[in-house]
């Protein structure tokens, strides 16, 4: 075979237009065109330097095991990036200019939120005191949106004793709140914990 056809010779022939729209855009008068044309630039070349590796591979190895391989890599490379960069929402919506989030329970763990996706969760809660599972604390895939109608917002983290027991929370406020504390809420916090 003269020239082999790859995923990677397509990908390449892709990038290899993307990269001519990407210099042209550099000279154009918007700083968003600009802005895409710095990102476009880099990925187009290590997509060119990928095709020149791939062209002294090609000689070396079986084409079809090398084709094979090659869609297998396309395939696994956006799938990892999507789970890479996956969240677990939490979506508030509440009457209040506050909400605390407690994770105190095993209610509300991560099974209980659904899936958006191919790897997001997210859950829709409409109260302002909120109870998660206490594993969900350090879950750094956790985003906590607050309601779209809030403007400037407070937040603050910690740990309060509640019925005995050392509870890490999340407190969010809104401009009405923005020095609104925990310890002002621990009456109301109390109640809702002992009627779980």
């Known amino acids: 075979m003269l020239f082999p056809v790859t995923p990677v010779v397509v990908l390449a022939g892709i990038f290899f237009f993307i990269f001519l729209w990407a210099v042209i855009e550099i ?21 060119f330097v990928l095709y020149g590796i791939e062209r002294f591979i090609v000689r070396k190895i079986n084409y079809r095991i090398l084709f094979v391989g090659e869609l297998i890599l396309l395939l696994i490379l956006p799938i990892s990036f999507y789970y890479s960069v996956s969240m677990t929402d939490l979506n508030v919506t509440t ?17 209980d939120f659904k899936r958006t996706g191919l790897f997001g969760k997210e859950l829709s809660v409409s109260h302002h005191i909120i109870h998660l599972d206490s594993s969900l604390y350090n879950n750094e895939a956790l985003r906590i949106r607050v309601p779209e109608t ?7 983290h910690g740990q309060i004793k509640l019925s005995g027991k050392k ?21 109301e916090l109390e109640r809702e914990t002992s009627e779980k």
């Open 167 to 187: 509870i890490n929370y999340r407190l969010y406020s809104t401009e009405e709140n923005l020095n609104l504390t925990v310890d002002e809420l621990l009456g």
């Open 150 to 156: 809030w403007r400037e917002i407070s937040n603050s």
């Open 27 to 47: 000279f154009s008068t918007t700083q968003a065109s600009a802005f895409l044309a710095a990102i476009a630039i880099p990925i187009s070349l290590f997509v």
């Open 95 to 111: 009457e209040k200019s506050y909400f605390v989030v407690l994770f105190d329970s095993k209610e509300n763990s991560l099974t």
